[in-house]
């Protein structure tokens, strides 16, 4: 759950509430009913979306260890690899950052 601590659960709800007043904004899209059960969604949506990218975290950290040796031998940045490592394993599962 350390995605959860990336965006506490007050701001995940103050950006669905943003996310609704956008949506209301349309004036093709009309929400009749159930603006609390749209409000959860997105809330949802967005803590689902937090904790795929902190697996996709987790992955690439798992791949820094696995060659660390290498890594240090090669005195790469590790900072700029763990970020193309993140770009990579993103594009290969479809997830946009």
């Known amino acids: 759950m350390e995605a959860a601590v990336r965006l506490s659960k007050s701001k995940r709800e103050h950006l ?37 990218e902190q697996q996709i975290d987790d992955e690439v ?18 900072g700029a690899l763990r970020s193309k490592m993140k770009r990579e394993i993103c594009r290969k599962k479809g997830f946009v950052l």
């Open 61 to 78: 950290e798992a791949l820094l260890d696995q060659n660390y040796h290498e890594i240090r031998a090669s005195e790469m940045d590790v």
């Open 16 to 52: 669905s509430d943003r996310i609704l007043k956008l949506i209301q904004d349309d004036p093709q899209i009309h929400i009749l009913t159930n603006i609390d059960l749209v409000v959860r969604a997105v809330d949802d949506a967005i803590f689902e979306n937090l904790l795929e």
